[in-house]
């Protein structure tokens, strides 16, 4: 039950749309906004190196993804759209990984 109630609440989150499309980004937090996916590269070597494959190319897209996406910010743009996924898969295989393994703790504690 509480599996169908999260999942719908994730499926709604990534597919209903807001009425942020006018809202107008200054350049200056376009590219500080950019720049904020670079600490993630530390968590793809760790991820890499600890044999989590599955996220650490979700990580490596999202990556490479998040910062095209507010660089040249669009709201509901196909970058948009996809940023929003990769986040979203990520906290999901997170989630599953910490429920289903017992030393998903120490795999958090390690990174």
């Known amino acids: 039950m509480i599996f ?17 499309n ?6 200056k937090n376009k590219y500080i906004l950019s720049l904020a996916s670079i600490w993630i590269l530390p968590l793809i070597y760790k991820t890499y190196i600890s044999n989590h494959l599955i996220l650490s ?9 998040s910062p095209l996406f507010w660089y040249n910010y669009k709201h509901n743009s196909l970058l948009h759209k996809i940023d929003k996924y990769l986040a979203i898969s990520c906290y999901i295989y997170l989630f599953i990984f910490f429920y289903c393994n017992s030393s998903g703790l120490f795999f958090i504690i390690y990174i």
């Open 4 to 20: 169908k109630s999260l999942f719908y609440k994730l499926v709604k989150l990534l597919f209903t749309t807001n009425t942020y």
């Open 22 to 27: 006018n809202y107008i980004v200054p350049q």
């Open 57 to 65: 190319v979700i990580l490596t897209k999202l990556c490479i993804i």
